[in-house]
């Protein structure tokens, strides 16, 4: 008895190295799959990804069950997250495709600033052949995409007033770790500071930076309304959020249970989507009352013109896919 006992354990802890710890579950016909979620509980993206976790349970009636870790528990910074599920050691992630773009570069066509002209522009392409295909075109980098969210539109904030262009001038900014955005807040005349959301609340609290830029969602879900009191609404960048595999565990699963994964997915973007249009409006009247100071920018040309020049250095690399954004542009 003794014995057996001992081989059941050598067994599992075989099990748990070859699919990544996460991946593991005690129970002889679970699975249990770790997703990673930086926002905390109610958030929209957090909402899809445990309505994502329901629908897995009752399509692969049990088989595999997904346990969310909101709040950034996990990691704080996406990047660290990512390399976790490249690696295999966790199943499955939410993060920005501003993030993910480090790891699998066609997303930075979603880094150019004022590359859509709206929400339904976004959603016109992301919905379309060309923004599936991009998540099928995950798998080289190690993943596999599963859907997109809406990640709103992201506009500069910082502790000192904020009105035009011309305040960014000298100023420090933080941005995700990615080159285009880098370049896209020194083409506005700040510095970039790269760095994980996690660290944002204290740097700005310390000066180590004067602002950042994000959508309004998240100046709520990261308290940054709190040490950063203006918020210019230039709406530089929508940054689609997704909903992605380590490909490494996904190669695990059989092929009815990765299409129980997909349909799931899948049914979580309007439900997103909902969530989110509500959330934004919530939060940008919370960001009021608490006080902040929100600027709208009426005409974005002083901003626009700042970054033709990296558009034009950059929109060569992505030429297939912007002219399927434009092509998806609605017609008026
Ligand atoms: C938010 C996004 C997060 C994270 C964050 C950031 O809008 O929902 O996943 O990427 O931005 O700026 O790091």
Partial sequence: ????????????????????????????????????????????????????????NLYTKGQIKVDVF???????????VIEQVKIGAIAIARVSSGALGSFNPQLNVFALPFIFDSK???????????????????????????????????????????????????????????AILVKMVEAMGASAVPMGAGQVFSA????????????????????????????????????????????????????????????AAGETVKFQRAKWDAYEIEAMNKIKAEGQIVVEIKDNTPFRNAVKQ????ESPKFAETIKAINAAKPKK
């Fill in 204 to 263: 700005i609290q310390t000066k180590v930076i004067d602002g950042a830029e994000n959508n309004a969602p998240s100046l709520i879900s990261f308290n940054h309304y709190q040490v950063a009191k203006y918020y210019m609404l230039d709406e530089h960048l929508r940054l689609p959020e997704v909903l992605f595999m380590s490909k490494m565990v996904w190669d695990k699963l059989s092929k009815d249970q990765q299409a129980a994964i997909r349909k």
């Fill in 70 to 80: 909101p709040g950034g528990q996990i990691s704080g910074d996406e990047k660290v």
């Fill in 120 to 178: 339904d522009h976004m959603w016109s392409f992301l919905n379309g052949t060309a923004g599936q295909k991009m998540l099928a075109d995950l798998a080289p980098s190690g993943f596999v995409g599963l859907c997109w969210y809406d990640g709103g539109a992201r506009s500069f904030y910082a502790n000192y007033p904020l009105n035009t262009i011309e305040d960014l001038k000298g100023k420090k900014f933080r941005v995700m770790p990615n």
């Fill in 310 to 313: 990296l558009l034009a250095d």
């Fill in 1 to 56: 008895m003794k014995h057996f006992k001992r081989s059941v354990l050598v067994m599992m802890v075989m099990i748990a190295i070859t699919f990544g710890f996460s991946s593991f579950s005690f129970s002889a016909d679970q699975m249990v799959l770790k997703l990673s979620e930086i926002h905390g509980k109610g958030y929209p993206t957090e909402l899809a990804d445990e309505e994502f976790a329901r629908l897995v």
